[in-house]
């Protein structure tokens, strides 16, 4: 049996040992073995009574915790002690040190990991704590407005929920406190200027030619519910561009990059992000790339390779995270790097780049070959029948539960734009598929 996020082996005690004792308390628990080396070869110990009266005493007065210590009886005729140590519900230091295990290592936390461990040890999160001096009274209507139309869609709370004032909507929310204070979560999210609070609570965005040389720039402000679209109609109205065909009549365009996945992406990075760094989230435009990069705290226990390809990851901001899943901004927690793989798959573009490191996470985004997007006008349509076809499906189920939503309504919830879902009603209009009752107000559609 080798070590493991569980499992640690010590050759002979030593009182620092008490600091692995306390990364297991601190995580999922676990055994530490004294008297077996790396190797997993039983040694031994030999002043295992001795050993045996002084760990649980040192365990107790330095960590303040309880530990049973044995003779592990599978290891006899040799003496190996094994200290068997429970996940404890609260946070455990070693001489004001707190310490965690991951994997097969032990670390120590600090800094803005440390405070946020000390927070959800708690029960608390950076984003749910209060600010003072703040009353939801004073905030204008435009966030709250774009989350009233975004569940009418979404439909993940009950419109009588939603359709009461800003202050009882915040409180099922659970953006307030128990004195009526807004909460950080709160202020991000729906106040029209939540850096007076929080430096760097807004977007930056540039073209480079290289690294060095930036041509413009612009920068994206607001609450965080009117940052998302702000953003993604900045992007493909300035920064992107679309080689233009036609298909009969009809004029085409496909971007260099699949809309829902720079979405989805931004989308996570306003979620994820380290609020607490005071730095702004920021996207590099060039010719050949785009990069989005946000500080970020890799959770404790989770490895940045396990949070790429798994899918493995807590919200940084639950309250927030809560807030635009109601919404239907996202779908759920842990899906959001799956989900921009196979949309840019699909797109045909390549595989975007995810790194991750203690503080800060990178997508690089790719955009489509030249070859894909101009080579043929011929090429072009087919791609571009072939994406309207596989969101047909999708629009017709729409249609049928909601038959009075708006072209604009369905192109949120399908990340197309108005236009484009337009042009693909038209079309099954004239394939018989659809027919629409009544007047473009006030009426519905029906599916034939």
Excluded at 64 to 91: H, M, R, S
Excluded at 97 to 104: A, D, P, V
Aim: proline share 4%; hydrophobic share 35%.
């Amino acid at each position: 049996m080798s070590e493991s996020q569980n499992i640690e082996y010590k050759e002979s005690w030593r009182d620092e040992y008490l600091k692995w004792i306390c990364g297991f308390a601190n995580a999922q628990g676990g055994t530490l073995y004294i008297g077996i080396d790396d190797k997993g070869n039983a040694c031994g110990v030999a002043d295992s009574k001795k050993l045996m009266e002084d760990i649980p005493n040192k365990i107790r007065d330095t960590l303040g915790i309880i530990c049973d210590v044995n003779l592990a009886t599978e290891y006899k005729p040799v003496d190996v002690i094994k200290i068997i140590v429970d996940e404890n519900p609260y946070p455990v230091n070693y001489k004001g040190e707190y310490h965690y295990r991951s994997g097969s290592t032990k670390q120590e936390l600090k800094g803005a990991i440390l405070s946020r461990f000390l927070m959800q040890k708690t029960g608390l999160s950076w984003d749910s704590v209060p600010v003072a001096n703040t009353d939801i009274e004073t905030f204008r209507n435009d966030g709250f407005d774009i989350f009233r139309e975004q569940v009418r869609i979404s439909r993940r709370m009950n419109l009588s929920d939603v359709n009461v004032p800003n202050k009882d909507l915040a409180a099922k929310l659970e953006l307030l406190s128990d004195d009526g204070l807004v909460t950080r979560a709160g202020l991000l999210t729906f106040h029209h200027n939540p850096e007076k609070w929080i430096t760097g609570s807004w977007i930056k965005i540039g073209y480079f030619k290289d690294d060095a040389t930036i041509l413009y720039q612009d920068e994206v402000h607001g609450s965080l519910m009117q940052q998302v679209e702000r953003l993604m109609d900045l992007l493909y109205s300035k920064y992107f561009t679309a080689p233009i065909t036609y298909e009969g009549i009809t004029r085409v365009e496909k971007f260099p990059y699949p809309r829902e996945a720079v979405r989805e992406a931004v989308l996570n990075a306003i979620v994820h992000k380290n609020y607490a760094s005071l730095t702004p989230i920021q996207i590099r435009v060039y010719k050949d790339k785009m990069r989005i990069a946000n500080d970020f705290i890799l959770p404790p226990g989770i490895s940045g390779e396990r949070l790429i390809n798994e899918g493995k990851s807590r919200p940084g901001n639950p309250k927030i995270a809560n807030t635009f899943f109601r919404a239907g901004f996202i779908e759920s927690w842990g899906r959001g790097i799956k989900e921009i793989r196979s949309i840019c798959k699909d797109y045909g573009t390549r595989e975007p780049l995810f790194e991750v490191d203690q503080d800060c996470v990178f997508v690089t985004f790719y955009p489509l070959e030249e070859g894909n997007v101009v080579e043929t006008t011929d090429d072009v349509v087919e791609n571009v029948v072939e994406t309207t076809d596989d969101v047909v499906e999708k629009l017709l189920k729409l249609i049928k539960s909601n038959p009075d939503f708006s072209s604009k309504d369905f192109a949120k919830i399908l990340s197309l734009s108005p236009r484009q879902v337009q042009r693909i009603l038209a079309k099954l209009k004239t394939n018989n598929k659809i027919t629409r009752i009544g007047p473009d107000k006030g009426g519905h559609w029906e599916v034939l």
